[in-house]
C-alpha cells in the first residue's frame, strides 16, 4: 500500500516552473525603463517646470493667471465697446446746422432750462434775435422776474 | 540600495531614473515569479511584470511608508494577477474551472516538469485552488512569506490567512491522494 501524499514531506522546488528565457533579466529593467521614460519626458516638457518652484511660488503664479485672465477679459470688452471719440462728436455736432439744434431744443423745453436762456445771450447774442425773435433786454427782464430764492426754501 | 534608499532618491527628480531602475533590479525576479506562479504562462507573466512596475512608477510618490515597500509592490503585482485571470474569465465567458484546465494545459507544456508525475500533479492540484486561496499558498508555500506580510499583501486578516493555507493544504493532499 502506498503512503499517502504529505505536503510537508515532499521535496519543495522554489520555482516549479521553467525559466524564463537566457537574458530576460538582464532585458526587463530596460523595458521597463522606456515605458516609463515617455511619460516623464512629456511631463519634464510640458509642465515639468512647475514642479521645480516651490509651492508658494506656484501658488502666486496661478493667482497672477487667474487675475490676468480677468484682466484680459475686461480690456477686451472695453476695446470692443462701441465708443466714439471726443473730436469725432464734436465734428459730428458741428456738422448740425444750428437752426436745427435751436429747433429741436425749442420743441423740448424740458431740455432748455431758464439758465440755459439766460447764458444764450451772452453766448450767442446773434442767436437771440434770429431765432427767439426776443431782444437780450427782454430775456433779461424775463429772468428778473424769476424769483432769486430756490422755491423750495 | 536599501528600499528608503530608493525612495529618498526616486522623489529627487535629478535621481529619479536611476533610483527606479535599481528598485526594478532589486525586486524584478520575485515580482516576476510571483506573477509567473498565477499566470503559468511566461509572456503574460511578462507582460503582467511590466505593468506592475508601471504602476509601481506612475505611485510611488504617493507611497505613504505605512506599509514596507516590498509588500506594496506585492500586492500591485497580485491585484494584477487577480484583474488578469477574473478578466479573462468575462471576456470567453470561463467558469472557473475551464481557466484551471487552461493553466494546467500550459503547466504540461512545461519542460521542467516533464517525467516528474507527482510535481506535476502538485501543481495541477494548486491550479485547481480558487484564485485568493492558490494566491495564499503560494505566497507560503514559496516565498515562505510571514503572515502579517501576507495580511498587508492580500488585504486579509492573519487567521483568515492561516485558515485558508491550512485548507489548501488539505485540498492538495486530498486531490493528490485520490485514485486517478
Known amino acids: ?153 | 540600495m536599501e528600499d528608503q534608499e530608493i525612495l529618498v532618491k526616486f522623489a529627487d527628480p535629478a535621481s529619479r531614473n536611476l533610483a527606479f531602475n535599481q528598485l526594478v533590479r532589486k525586486y524584478q525576479q520575485k515580482v516576476y515569479w510571483h506573477v509567473r506562479k498565477m499566470v503559468v504562462d511566461h509572456d503574460d507573466a511578462d507582460d503582467l511584470t511590466q505593468d506592475t512596475f508601471v504602476k509601481v512608477w506612475n505611485h510611488l510618490g504617493n507611497f505613504r511608508q505605512d506599509a514596507s515597500l516590498y509588500t506594496w509592490i506585492y500586492r500591485i503585482a497580485t491585484n494584477e494577477c487577480l484583474s488578469f485571470l477574473s478578466s479573462k474569465r468575462r471576456k470567453f465567458f470561463l467558469p472557473l474551472n475551464d481557466v484551471s484546465e487552461e493553466l494546467a494545459a500550459k503547466m504540461e507544456a512545461d519542460p521542467s516538469l516533464a517525467g516528474d508525475e507527482v510535481e506535476l500533479k502538485l501543481q495541477k492540484a494548486i491550479l485547481r485552488l480558487p484564485d485568493k486561496q492558490r494566491l495564499v499558498f503560494n505566497l507560503k508555500y514559496y516565498e515562505d512569506m510571514k503572515y502579517e506580510d501576507m495580511a498587508e499583501v492580500t488585504g486579509t486578516s492573519v487567521g483568515a490567512l492561516k485558515a485558508s493555507y491550512h485548507h489548501a493544504v488539505k485540498k492538495i493532499e486530498q486531490y493528490i491522494n485520490e485514485p486517478s
Do not use: C
Request: charged residues 15%; proline residues 11%; without cysteine.
Open chain 1, 1 to 153: 500500500m502506498n503512503t499517502p501524499f504529505r505536503l510537508d514531506d515532499h521535496p519543495r522546488r522554489p520555482q516549479p516552473l521553467a525559466p524564463p528565457p537566457d537574458g530576460y533579466f538582464d532585458r526587463l529593467p530596460t523595458q521597463i525603463m522606456a515605458r516609463v521614460q515617455p511619460a516623464a519626458s512629456q511631463e519634464s516638457t510640458a509642465f515639468g517646470w512647475l514642479k521645480a518652484l516651490s509651492l508658494p511660488l506656484r501658488t502666486a503664479l496661478g493667482s497672477v493667471v487667474v487675475l490676468g485672465g480677468f484682466a484680459a477679459t475686461f480690456l477686451l470688452n472695453q476695446s470692443s465697446a462701441p465708443t466714439t471719440p471726443a473730436h469725432l462728436a464734436h465734428a459730428n455736432l458741428a456738422s448740425v446746422p444750428r437752426t436745427e439744434m435751436v429747433q429741436y431744443l425749442l420743441a423740448s423745453d424740458e431740455r432748455v432750462s431758464l439758465s440755459d436762456l439766460s447764458e444764450l445771450p451772452v453766448a450767442e447774442q446773434d442767436m437771440v434775435g434770429e431765432y427767439l425773435n426776443v431782444s437780450p433786454a427782454e430775456v433779461q427782464a424775463a429772468l428778473d422776474e424769476q424769483p432769486t430764492e430756490p422755491s423750495y426754501l
